[in-house]
């Protein structure tokens, strides 16, 4: 290979105490950058080995000792108890019974006090503060409903942050508890920005701090029971910026004072998959806003020093999402974004920063994120490695993205030659088609999909997290297939669909679950709404609806969008109405039965409605024209580089779009892009299998023998 | 066998011209009553031969002529059009589209055309009369909003009387369609009367008139395309006893209107399976007093020529349900139903009438209601009929009925004397049956269970039709197994409860879908109802909940009652709340896992809640201690004599009840009953091969070697 894509672009995690390893292996995977990792410190030797260095900060942890001295200005969030039925008049409700003790503390100052609620859920009826008292960890609430169920929510300090906790209880650590400071705290910001001073000035070498992330983590919240351990984890919400200053700050800023139920929400809390209140949007903007600022602060002390600012997305890094309206403002240098898959290769390779790095996975630790060997007896790392290869390189060859790197520590990767090999050979092949991107973006179709949810482009790509955390949401399955295929993908509101947003969509695509954040759930209520949609599709636009999209009840259909989508689904509303007998058609592209569930309850609107596939005699893949557009319905989607051909199949199908342009192959299982400035064609064989194929691009057909998962980069 | 079981209580269809088979088959079987069937005549041979007679009359149907010269006496209904887009500013609605016109004609008259509506349905909005206008089967909307969905809804003649249409388009007749009039018109009311009069004087032979059955039928809806020809079928609606006059009568008496809206409900009608609005509850009363004055008049007639009026609960019953506030008035003086299943045994049982007659199956017809050969080439009549009485004996066991008879077209027996064996058989079980049930009841275990829906004791027993007709709704299969246990059953209302009727209960059950009837929708937001099954379990009770048992969006748990059961649902508002962790534990009886579906959003409340079956990773049936009550969770329950033991079971366990007192066998295919009075067990072998079983009774411990499907009846 030529020598040119053997260096650069490529972030190593160095180790102390393993200098030669770190150097050999810099070496061997090209790495120009080297980083310490969370806990480690890097030595005089790595830090003189004449490569650019990363440190890493966690800006508000590691402060115990200040911590300590000043508890009040640690970070909150509200919980609520458990619910306790009512024998008689009076009702004890102990508040952290089944939380974990280590993580929380109860916050009983009088300004914490004000915002605690008891609530009568039987009734769903607040109780007047008069009717209860607290003492000793335990709420008293007189004057109940018999039989009625009592709760209360209630401030509590969060001892423990919790990246550290779930390390430190998962590997049966030892150490000291780390502590997390407010930076809304006076005196806590003012320490923090100090302390990045003092730190900026002892760590000459450093040429690039790695934030990782802000301030305010995700929300996860621990039980005390080993059976549910995890409670709730919620990589997006932003429960956890929570404190009685926040509040009032809010409240002085709004107009209106939030409630401790606007977070807590009869203890369901306010979960990224369900619809937003307007309390929240605003919350959300309180909160993005007032990170953006202070984040800027920091950033300009590291500036200052003539270091660089870069941040990793992760963790706690609520408030800065990249897509949202403040993230530019803050002025980083770069964006990191670990990665499982394609959809978070897109989501980092298209957000506003100078500089995007993608932290490869596995971590270097030795089990991985499900618990399994991978640095360790019985772990294949390197299999690992290419499974995650795989789905980010056809996101890679569409989007270009600058670095790639890894993070952990080092020293587990002897004794694994075949991962040390694998990460080269992906190193090569990242810089491969970062070169190709130099020259001019690959061939896209003209086609223009808009992915249409809640959140809009605020969430572009991702859920609330990665794949597997959120797998069980078919966007997400959608969103890795979409990160592949040469279109042009962007992600839309209800409110942009409202404010015109289609004049510029050919393809719209709504997936999701009634009542959740993604097919919109009340939302479909807006006449408005659903009257542009159906005139986008009347008109000849495209639609696909995956799962339950556009549900709601309350109309004379649950799918707002049944009669563009030429069926709807019974849930029971249905009953005694006998559906539309059918048979499966033929279909104009193959369909992929395997990545479509069975979904009893769906039915077709009328006899026009052409059923591509039935699964336990439900249509589960149909075609429905309307007007001049068309719209397709699939039961659910399952990702696979075979659903993501279909898809694409699909969409092609649609518009009518020439595939050639873009290239197109003959075979399920292969993939390509096709780069035009270059003459230069990227040909993916996602089979585990040697495979014989045709591509057909501007250049002609191309026959191609591919090995097994082969990277084939073609000069034409 | 005795003789006295060979003869008596038993109705044969006789047949004119095959009257030597007539009086063949009355002696086998026992008849000492001989029908005419639908559309046949007595030939005098059967009319004298001895024995008593029943002439079947449909009231309302064959009466084409006073129909043709009185067309405003026919009966109507409210139908919908399908939407229709507005791409501009006007649309056209063409009213019948769909609908099968040969069962349809619109009623344009002035008076109906007052309760036309036209709605658009997008934005859920009335149009207002002013614009729209009306000609030749098409409204015209004016000023429509571009891109909404418009719908009328319009009052229609029914030209076909319905059980007329389904058996003509069924079996390709050529005969002159019959109509049918509403008694509400004065004319063809007193035109009525007079035809009975003039009926009874005709038919001196007649000793009781078969009404099959009064007025109007349950509601059945034809489309014009085969692949929906049957659009909807709901056999427990009120929606064909709609007129104008009717409308205005209620008016007048109710103090308010109702609208179109209320019967066709955005398309969705007025099912049986959904919870009803009060407005519905009044029509229904308001009608169930009409009809059952109006069937007052016609059993006088009757009674006045010296013959008795047993009515046929199928087809045109409308109003006259036998769990009625009203029913009783009529003053009938039997009550015939035709059974397929022991619930409908138990629901003809234990009605308020002198005689209760069970129609059995198969009817005598080529082909079965599902489509399959029974009395022609390729069926098997006698294993149909074999199958319906293993549902319908243990039932019987439980409670007497008088009378069992058949139904059709007698010569189709020929060349099944295998049939004609079975009945027989049949028919001297039956009868023994009944001879026990007159010397005392069978011994019941001292357990009162309850099922709680919205229809109460209106529906006991029965949802909507046959088994086979609401087999996807899980309480049928829970009724199913019900009839045939020995303990005592009622059916009670949300409104019962809240009345106090839990004083008399030892077990609840609550069976359903969210949001339908069963189930209870909507009804479970109300606290005081919440909170009396809370108290009733915690001090005792039991609490049985199948599928989505108390099931309601908008409260903190999903099912209101998860608190008791121990379980709730995800049905996505639980996004990031992890479920707790379970293993199935050791069940106290069998669980029959094959009854239970996977559900896989139910998850535990908490730990203490003992799971007893696990379908795909999520609780299938569960055990919960809640107060000094016990409630068991099902996912769902279908029916077999196996689930209906394990339904015993688990009752028994809840309650700790002795199962000595009513026999319990120590094989899951083997059921009893005990009569203490005669000192007899009556055992059953459910099972299509030989059994060995030990039954414990209270006469201790009785071996018995079983028959494939064996009744066996010992005096101990």
Chains 1, 2 share one sequence.
Request: hydrophobic share 40%; proline share 5%.
């Amino acid at each position: 290979m030529e020598k040119e894509y053997h260096e650069g672009g490529f972030t190593l995690p160095g180790e102390a105490g393993y200098e030669k390893l770190t150097l050999e292996l810099a070496e061997k995977w090209g790495a120009d950058v080297i980083r310490d990792s969370d806990g480690t410190k890097l030595s005089p030797e790595i830090l003189n080995a004449g490569r650019k260095i990363y440190s890493t900060i966690c800006i508000i942890r590691e402060h115990n000792a200040f911590a300590q001295a000043h508890p009040d200005s640690q970070q909150q969030c509200f919980l609520i108890s458990e619910a306790v039925v009512a024998e008689k008049s009076e009702v004890a409700i102990p508040l952290l019974k089944g939380y974990f003790d280590e993580q929380f503390e109860i916050n009983d100052s009088p300004e914490a006090l004000a915002f605690w609620q008891v609530w009568d859920r039987t009734a769903d009826r607040l109780v007047p503060a008069s009717a209860w008292r607290y003492e000793n960890g335990v709420i008293t609430v007189t004057g109940c409903e018999k039989w009625h169920r009592y709760t209360a929510s209630f401030l509590c300090w969060r001892v423990w942050e919790e990246i550290n906790m779930y390390n430190h209880t998962t590997n049966s650590w030892t150490s000291e508890h780390l502590r997390q400071l407010d930076p809304r705290h006076p005196l806590a910001w003012a320490y923090l920005k100090d302390w990045l001073k003092n730190w900026c000035e002892a760590n000459p070498h450093t040429d690039v701090i790695r934030l990782t992330s802000l301030f305010y983590n995700f929300v996860w919240i621990f039980g005390d029971d080993m059976r549910r351990r995890s409670r709730f984890v919620d990589w997006a919400s932003y429960d956890f910026t929570v404190s009685p200053a926040a509040l009032k700050a809010f409240e002085a800023e709004y107009g209106y004072a939030l409630t401790a139920e606007d977070f807590i929400n009869k203890g369901l809390l306010q979960a990224t998959h369900r619809p937003p209140t307007k309390a929240k949007r605003d919350w959300m903007d309180f909160t993005q806003r007032f990170v953006a600022e202070k984040a800027r602060q920091l950033v300009e002390i590291i500036h200052r020093y003539g270091k660089q600012a870069y941040v990793f997305y992760d963790d706690s890094w609520v408030g800065m999402e990249p897509y949202g309206k403040y993230f530019a403002s803050i002025g980083f240098d770069g964006l990191i974004k670990c990665v499982f898959s394609g959809f978070e290769c897109r989501l980092c390779a298209g957000a506003p920063a100078p500089v995007h790095e993608l932290r490869f996975h596995p971590y270097l630790f030795p089990v991985g994120l499900g618990g399994l060997p991978t640095f360790s007896e019985g772990g294949h790392p390197e299999r690992d490695a290419l499974a995650y290869w795989l789905h980010v390189r056809r996101a890679l060859a569409r989007q270009c993205v600058d670095r790639i790197g890894l993070g952990g520590y080092l020293h587990l990767t002897l004794g694994f030659p075949a991962f040390n090999d694998a990460i080269e050979e992906m190193a090569v092949e990242f810089r491969k088609l970062k070169a190709l991107h130099a020259h001019g973006a690959p061939a896209c179709l003209n086609v223009r999909v808009a992915v249409l949810h809640t959140w809009g482009s605020l969430r572009s790509w991702t859920l609330s997290g990665h794949f597997h955390e959120t797998d069980a949401n078919v966007l997400i399955h959608v969103n890795e297939a979409l990160s592949g295929l040469p279109v042009q993908v962007k992600f839309i509101s209800f409110d942009d669909v409202k404010a015109g947003a289609l004049k510029d969509v050919d393809v719209l695509i709504n997936a999701g679950r009634m009542g959740d954040a993604w097919s919109g759930g009340d939302v479909w209520k807006d006449a408005s709404l659903v009257s542009e949609v159906t005139r986008f599709v009347y008109e000849g636009g495209s639609l696909i609806g995956v799962g339950e999209p556009s549900a709601c009840e309350g109309g004379d259909t649950l799918l707002r969008l049944a009669h563009i989508l030429g069926v709807d689904e019974d849930v029971g509303q249905y009953a005694c109405h006998a559906p539309w007998a059918f048979e499966a058609a033929p279909s104009p592209f193959p369909v992929r039965a395997e990545a479509l569930p069975a979904r009893p309850g769906v039915r077709l609107t009328g006899p026009d409605t052409q059923v591509l596939c039935e699964k336990d005699g439900a249509p589960a893949f149909t075609l429905h024209r309307f007007g001049k557009g068309r719209a397709a319905y699939l039961s659910g989607f399952e990702y696979s580089p075979a659903a993501a051909r279909m898809l694409m199949d699909l969409i092609a199908f649609l518009t009518g779009a020439d595939r050639r342009a873009a290239g197109v192959s003959d075979h399920p299982m292969v993939e390509c892009a096709w780069f035009p400035n270059d003459g230069t064609l990227v040909v993916f064989n996602n089979a585990d299998e040697p495979v014989e194929a045709t591509i057909t691009c501007p250049k002609g057909d191309v026959a191609v023998s591919l090995r097994p998962l082969e990277t084939r980069i073609m000069k034409l």
